[in-house]
């Protein structure tokens, strides 16, 4: 080893390279942070145009400064059945181009000049400054938003100290007789994309296996021709992440790690021998010349963008080929034609944001089946079905295994580090899960309630099944309501549920009192009573948790507590007694008995 390159050069080479790492991660989370709703806006978005997909991909690249993060959550997409495997090729394209923004902002390291402004670029000269003031955002700032910014801000700041760590490390090697042989191996490209791979894989950071390329190239050993292949390889090797992430998800899931390595290996392996025959064949004197950090940004840059080029055109054959590879077993093929319930998986963890995006999704199915659920329950009540019965149950079964998956889920996100737009949205899921589960215990209960009547063959009186019209219809109009406000995150629709519910509360009284005189005059049987009551119960619950669901979204979004502002609205809001006596005159009316008046 050289007497001015020592085993200390070493370890400031290795802390250089911690620094990078932890640097990039504090500043790729912050960023994940701060982008929040936004990335999941960007995800509805997305279309089968290539273009935009692409765009959408090179997007949050930036955003996130990571392809490895973006592919990892390509592969929880897929496999939570966000996304389709064929909306992920572009992406993909859009996430290589996005992460050679992350090589010019290292190769500014190597700005020379005495000018005040591009000393200024240099990060040596900018870093301390960004470094103090992100940690004054972190110390000083109240609302969670500015905090992020300062994380990022720290995080690049120790992201740049590491590089200039690993350059001032690695600097006396440009003298290093030993290291200028050592460089000779790279003259064979297969070395150096060999090496590129597996130095990026165990990283598993192609902006750290470019930032250590880049801090090399300062020693002036590295030309064009050899510093290529290596490029080529720290693409492969950046895959390796995916990989891993695809281990125990379904084929479709691992398909995606499949189509990303594919489009890295294949892309070199057409693009290599061009670069050997102009180097060798044709003998370009541009691969003889020294490599600097920026040239290294423009390799990055050049490869990723000609291959999105070249193969955007192939994508359909890209899926086919991954097809190809990773083939669905016969057992997967028979389970994707049953009822899908959508998978919720822990690689989407690793981006909250995108984890509430999902859990949002599977929640609006939730609701949507509970609200056909609820809906058939009500007119089963009044004209029993076998099948219509069977479907309830099932769709009951189906329901409570969405609450068990979206809460274990929920629960862990609630422990990430999430926004507080996040926060709002998970508390929000959380309470409204539970009452859609409950309403489709209820109208399980309808079911078992008509079963018996129709078992025994007995049935209610034609007056009995007119006031049991006018609840049902008061509640149905009520459950799209408050499922109206929550899918649209209305409140204005939210406001509407509880005026209404009042107006249930005061029916099912009614009603209870009317068949009490029934009873007694003896124009009812005491087991058709029974069977009466229990409906009018399930009825009333049903229209509590209607209530819940709007509260919840009252409470969450406008940050008051729920309990004091229907103690408020019942006694002075002008609005909620007119709603009222709207719902009243209605819906008494068809009852042809005195109209309840607002206590």
Partial sequence: MDDKFTIFNIFTMLGGLAFFLYGMNVMSTGLEKLTGGKLEVALKKMTSNKFKSILLGTGITIAIQSSSAMTVMLVGLVNSGIMTLDQ?????????????LTAWILSLAGVEGNNFFIKMLKPTSFSPLVALVGVMFIMIAKKNKKKDIGRILVGFSVLMTGMTLMSGAVEPLAESPKFQEALTAFKNPLIGVLVGAGFTGIVQSSAASIGILQAFSRTGGLTVGMALP??????IGTCVTAL?????????????ACIHISIKVIGTLVLLPVVLFLQHIIQLGLFDKTSNAIGIAVMHTIFNLVITFMLIPFSSLLVRLSRFIIKDDENEQKESHKHAIPELDAILLKTPSVAVQACKGATLEMSQLTRETILLALDIIKKYDAETAETIIKNEDIIDSFEDKLNSFLVKISKSSVTGADSRSVSKMMHCVGNFERISDHAVNLVESAQEMHDKDISFSEECLNEIQVITDAIAENINRAFDAYNAND???AHKVEPLEEVVDNLSTELKNRHIRRLQNDECTVELGYIFQDVLTNLERISDHCSNIAGCLIQT???????????????????????YRVYADEYFSRLDTPKAQVQ
């Fill in 88 to 100: 992920t090729v572009g992406v993909c394209f859009g996430a290589d181009i996005g992460t050679t």
């Fill in 230 to 235: 290596i490029v080529m390889g720290l693409n």
């Fill in 491 to 493: 409140l204005a629709t």
């Fill in 557 to 579: 979004d406008e940050k008051t507590n729920i309990h004091a502002y229907l103690h408020d609205v019942k006694e002075n809001d002008e609005d909620f007694r007119h709603e």
């Fill in 244 to 256: 891993i992430s695809s281990i125990g998800v379904k084929k479709n899931a691992k398909r995606v």
